[in-house]
RNA sequence: CGGGGCGUGGCGCAGUCCGGUUAGCGCACCUGUUUUGGGAACAGGGGGCCGCAGGUUCGAAUCCUGCCGCCCCGACCA
């Protein structure tokens, strides 16, 4: 069984590529560190996108679509946004293809085809946002200006790997302007409970809400809230930031407002954003040797009905009454109806797709008045009466949902640990992995050290904690809190 | 950008050192038959400019030169 899943303890990485092969999710493409997301994949996504959009919207904001590609110019405007992706950035700079008269059937650049202004391909999209709202912005009343675009960006990243980091990759990016600070503060912090709530609900995937050092920050943000999960291996995975950007912005781009008592004033700002990366966390919090496990939620099939051959008309019949039955509830079922495939197949390939339910009808059962119905996050199989199977399968999709998150937060509190001294977090990092909690003395100094020697980062400094006087574990001056470390992906 | 490795049917590989029948194996694919309650068996079949370009040779997947591409390990990152 799981044939060709590596096992997570024996190489966990490569366990993950098997997980994002094996349930068809993605595959490498032709283009360096870009991915081609397969249909079951894309699937995930799109009913991540839906419940996102619809709680953007739900909260007052707009789609819009922006240009892919950003004038050098105005990429540079916000200096430290420049220079915070200046490294990763891909460049058009010619526009115009031609045969080449040295090789034969061969294309080269068209060396008179320069562009007269090098064009980026966004990395991010403020720089062209706010060019724009810079025009649809004059007056108090315009404002709050709370947009969001579904759009794919690029980032040249040295090394990448599915879902976690691509070259390329698709995400929603929200740009708001605000006419005061507060509200602008407010609104990052919308979101930030907005997508911990998302994480957790949907994705039953518990997060940590905090914010980011200085030294962490979104280049060009004032303040950077994130999210941050625990992965199986016991390392961190930021899954979601939202930026509080202050003027940043609005005064790289001179975007000015009139209040209603006439004063000219610059705008404030908030962008934020989550990835398909969200893919590759769903995969690592859930997952198990055997493959892909799927919340409910959004898994794309919910329950999967396998007829068991000897095919006869009876038990398609059944089968296509459950299936109606448990649509009729709003459940995603699929009918596997392929009889060249034997059963056995389809259990080991419904188990590595994640599928949360099975429902096998086999003549064997039905003489009985029974079906066999398996769990794939607890692997239990019980023979369950046809007359109860609806209900049953509808009531185990909220048991589900609610025990991987169990199970998910039973995890992290295993991998959490609070630590005094250097000793305790050197240990605590290295032997059991996962999140420490220790003082810290708030320099970038002691954040720098602590990285180089122990790998582990400051991951953020948590809303949820109270304050306790301390002392930093690396220095031993005093602290007022305790915040979060963690290796990172 | 440094260090290591690899390019051979769709995928994974053998063959390369030491040149020589028709380039082979597993998986996948197609057809047929028997099967079908935990990854079916048998029979038959299709598919290769051996990464690209030169060179050496009677003869090159194999030797030589140049180029291209990809993967892994480090510095960068959602």
């Known amino acids: ?75 540079e405007a916000e200096e430290k946004n420049a220079e915070g992706f200046a490294k990763e950035c891909a460049v058009v700079t010619h526009y115009r293809l031609q045969t080449d008269p040295d090789n034969e059937g061969k294309l080269r650049v068209d060396p008179n085809a320069k562009l007269e202004e090098e064009l980026i391909i966004r990395p991010t999209s403020e720089a ?112 979601g930031t939202s930026h509080f950007l202050g003027q940043n912005f609005a005064k790289a781009f001179d975007v000015k407002f009139l209040t209603s008592e006439n004063k000219e004033e610059h705008v404030w700002a908030t962008s934020w954003g989550v990835s398909t990366r969200l893919v590759g966390g769903l995969i690592m919090t859930h997952s198990d040797d055997e493959g892909l496990v799927l919340p409910p939620r959004l898994a794309p099939i919910q329950v999967v009905i396998i007829p ?22 709003g459940v995603r079922v699929k009918i596997d109806r392929d009889m060249k495939k034997r059963p056995g197949f389809k259990f080991a390939e419904y188990e590595m797709k994640g599928v949360p339910v099975r429902i096998g009808i086999g003549k064997r059962d039905l003489e009985k008045g029974m079906v066999e119905i398996a769990r794939r996050d607890t692997k239990e199989k019980a023979s369950i009466a046809l007359t109860d199977c609806v209900s049953h399968v509808h009531g185990l999709m909220t048991t589900i949902q609610d025990n991987l998150l169990a199970r998910a937060k039973k995890h992290r509190a295993d991998h959490t ?57 690396y220095s031993g001056k005093p602290s007022k809190r305790r915040v979060l470390f963690a290796k990172a992906y």
Not at 9 to 15: D, G, I, K, R
Not at 177 to 199: C, D, G, N, P, V
């Open 417 to 473: 640990s609070t630590v005094d001294t250097f000793d305790e977090f050197k240990k605590a990092i290295a032997e059991k992995g996962g999140f420490v909690y220790a003082h810290w003395d708030g320099t970038e100094e002691t954040e720098d050290k602590i990285r180089e020697e122990t790998k582990a980062s400051i991951r953020c400094i948590p809303v949820d904690t109270v304050d306790e006087d301390g002392i930093c574990v």
């Open 128 to 239: 062209i946002i706010w060019n724009t709202y810079k025009n649809w912005i004059q007056s108090y009343r315009d404002l709050p200006l709370l947009i969001n675009q579904w759009a794919n960006v690029m980032r040249w990243e040295m090394r990448t790997r599915p879902f976690l980091r691509t070259a390329e990759f698709l995400w929603q990016e929200g740009h708001t302007a605000h006419s005061t600070k507060e509200e602008a503060i407010q609104e990052a912090e919308l979101i930030h409970e907005l997508y911990a709530r998302f994480a957790e609900d949907y994705m039953a995937m518990p997060v940590i809400k905090g914010y980011k050092t200085e030294s962490e920050r979104f280049a060009g943000a004032d303040n950077t809230l994130t999210i941050e999960a625990l992965m199986q291996d016991g390392k961190a995975l930021q899954a």
């Open 1 to 75: 069984m799981a044939k060709e899943i590596t096992n997570r303890e024996e190489n966990y990485s490569q366990w993950y590529n098997d997980i994002v092969k094996k349930a068809d999710l993605a595959e490498n493409s032709a283009v360096r560190g870009c991915m081609v997301i397969k249909p079951y994949g894309f699937a995930i996504w799109e009913n991540m996108k839906a419940v996102l959009d619809q709680a953007f919207k739900d909260t007052g904001h707009q789609n819009a679509y922006f240009p892919l590609l950003v004038p050098k110019s105005l990429f």
């Open 308 to 329: 068991i051959p000897k095919p006869s008309d009876e038990i398609m019949e059944v089968a296509d009454k459950v299936a109606a039955d448990l649509k009729a509830l």
